[in-house]
């Protein structure tokens, strides 16, 4: 599977972005996907996740209630629609592919390049 994220930018504490992961090679629908961050001198860390029908979401609880994963199989697309967007949120996002959702980026086969959200106060 090859991951293209987008939708990255700059905007304003309490402002909005919605990122966008681009799926092609592979049957779409049969993969869980997730996304994680990572902030400057900082490990990676998860986000959200959502299992391949979409029935089942998980989010870290420093994004619950202000983020939402989301997919279309039609489009062969995952999202990430981020409100209340705090400084904190700043790092690049990464959209990642596999067998099950999970908080664990060992979990995941296949990665996107990554897509930069910066937050200014």
């Known amino acids: 599977v090859q991951l293209q994220a987008s939708g990255g930018g700059l905007v304003q504490a309490g402002g909005s972005l919605r990122l966008s992961c681009a799926a092609s090679g592979r049957t779409f629908s049969n993969y869980a996907m997730g996304w994680f961050r990572q902030a400057p001198g900082k490990e990676r860390e998860f986000v959200a996740a959502?299992?391949?029908?979409?029935?089942?979401?998980y989010y870290a609880g420093s994004v619950n209630g202000r983020f939402t994963i989301s997919r279309d199989n039609d489009k062969n697309t995952v999202y990430l629609q981020m409100n209340s967007l705090k400084p904190e949120d700043t790092a690049v996002y990464y959209c990642?592919?596999?067998?099950?959702?999970?908080?664990?980026?060992?979990?995941?086969?296949?990665w996107g390049q990554g897509t930069q959200v910066t937050v200014s106060s």
């Open positions: 959502i299992s391949w029908s979409g029935g089942s979401r």
């Open positions: 990642a592919a596999g067998p099950g959702p999970g908080r664990d980026s060992t979990q995941y086969d296949y």
